[in-house]
């Protein structure tokens, strides 16, 4: 009997995998047997290296990929795709339900904790899976099964998800998210929608989060959480940055008068955070549109700051010092130490909206909210609430002093023209048009 295949780390893993796929399906014992292809994704990588630094995290890393060589039986395949992705060639299975189970399997192996340097972690996996022959017959028809399944399973937070040929309809027509990505950059498929962003409590209006949407009428919507970590794995956040500083930019210079002194918020992926062509970016794209900047506020994630403390610093106090102002994103959610508040340098603090979003239905959320506002008070930074979804919790904030709030209750991202009609119908008491 054959046994388990596993690739050398580092070995150029696609081809390979290809290879085994096509062995595989060559010597699978009868025609009532079928082969799989599972495709696994670690999500939220950065949060690991932020969490426990790199050294621990390739180690856990390397723990979790022997963890998964133990699903492994004889005849199956295992290698690692990348940095976060790992691929199963599992051959003479009677059946889909025995893909599930293996892919069961392997989730499992994520949620015992990983340990490196007297550190513990788990991680979070999601799993695609293609078939041979139900689904494709070709190696690369069948990867590129699995890779949908997996998109399938990202967008709709299933752990995993196995291949349909509506899903691949819907999702993508031809999976090929990074070369699709380039030319949405090039031809201008990717656009930025705006989000009202309003103080609390006399409902004026201060201004708006720019939210970047790749614009795909034919082939459904990716969302911004996957095209962004699809750019920050193929080296394409830098021009989709750009882009969005530019475009943000240029919309405030051309948004009227009429709406008053709209500023902007724009997001900031963790990977550029440190790095000093940010500042380049930023001035470059105020200069171009003649916008000051401070009507311009930068999103980086709590998170995003702890992966490299000192560059991150530099980078953001250089950005101050031009006048932009700092927003600490989803606050609540990530792995900073309370006393590293104090030296961020930031002007903004934005609760996650996971705890807004039940702070009424539970009391744990409700005081975590409370709790934050005062603890941003007390550093001196202005407090904003997202994901305010009913007047209720509005109204609570209020109370608490919150100073700044979004969601859904006021208006969901606009696009730009709608942006402009809503702040231009918007009285202070009437909420929840859009
Ligand atoms: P974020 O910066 O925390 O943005 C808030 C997200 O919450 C947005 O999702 C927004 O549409 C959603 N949201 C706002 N109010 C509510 C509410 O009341 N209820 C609920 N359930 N959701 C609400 P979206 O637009 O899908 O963006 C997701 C994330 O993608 C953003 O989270 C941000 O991290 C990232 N992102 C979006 N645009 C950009 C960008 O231009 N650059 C970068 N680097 N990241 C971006
Ligand atoms: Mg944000
Ligand atoms: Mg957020």
Redesign the pocket.
């Known amino acids: 009997m054959n046994t388990a295949v596993l690739s050398p780390v580092g070995s150029s893993s696609y081809s390979d995998c290809l290879e085994a796929i096509r062995a595989r399906v060559v010597a699978r014992e009868s025609k009532l047997y079928d082969v799989a292809v599972l495709v696994v994704y670690v999500h939220q990588l950065e949060r690991l290296y932020a969490n426990v630094g790199h050294v621990n995290a390739g180690r856990m890393l390397d723990e979790l990929r022997n963890r998964l060589a133990l699903v492994l039986r004889p005849g199956d395949y295992f290698t690692r795709l990348s940095d976060r992705k790992f691929a199963f060639v599992l051959s003479n299975l009677r059946n889909q339900g025995h893909a599930i189970l293996a892919a069961n399997k392997i989730l499992r192996a994520g949620t015992e904790p990983l340990a490196s340097g007297g550190q513990q972690a788990t991680v979070r996996l999601s799993v695609g899976i293609g078939m041979f022959p139900a689904h494709g017959r070709t190696p690369e028809a069948l990867m590129q099964c699995s890779e949908i399944a997996l998109l399938e399973a990202w967008k709709t937070s299933q752990p995993v998800t196995v291949y349909t040929a509506r899903k691949a309809d819907e999702l993508v027509a031809g999976w090929d998210l990074e070369a699709q990505l380039a030319k949405a950059l090039e031809h201008g498929d990717l656009i930025?929608n705006y989000?009202p962003k309003i103080a609390l409590p006399d409902q004026s209006i201060v201004g708006a989060?720019?939210?970047?949407r790749w614009n795909r009428p034919e082939s459904g919507n990716v969302?911004?959480?996957i095209f962004?970590d699809v750019a920050e794995m193929t080296g394409q956040i830098d021009p989709?940055?750009q882009f969005?500083f530019h475009r943000a930019l240029r919309q405030l210079s051309e948004w009227p008068e009429t709406l008053g002194r709209m500023c902007v918020a724009?997001?900031?992926?963790p990977s550029l955070i440190g790095n000093p062509d940010l500042v380049d970016m930023v001035q470059g794209a105020a200069g171009l549109w003649s916008v000051d900047l401070s009507r311009l506020t930068i999103?980086v994630?709590e998170n995003a700051l702890m992966i490299d403390r000192q560059r991150s610093h530099r980078v953001l106090t250089e950005l101050r010092e031009l006048g932009a102002r700092v927003s600490i994103?989803?606050f609540g959610t990530g792995y900073s130490c309370l006393s590293y508040l104090k030296e961020i340098p930031a002007d903004e603090l934005k609760i996650d909206?996971s705890f807004v979003?039940n702070m009424i239905a539970n009391k744990a959320d409700r005081k975590i909210v409370e709790q934050t506002i005062a603890l941003g008070h007390s550093f001196d930074l202005v407090v904003v609430a997202?994901?305010?979804?009913d007047e209720r919790v509005a109204q609570e904030l209020t109370v608490m002093g919150c100073d700044f709030a979004?969601?859904?209750?006021y208006a969901?991202?606009l696009a730009p023209d709608k942006f402009v009609e809503w702040v231009q119908g918007w009285r202070p008491g009437q909420v929840g048009s859009d």
Do not use: C, F, W
């Open positions: 930025l989000q989060e720019a939210l970047m969302p911004p959480e962004i989709l940055t969005a724009v997001n900031v992926s999103e994630t994103d989803d909206k979003m997202e994901g305010v979804e979004q969601g859904y209750h969901r991202p």
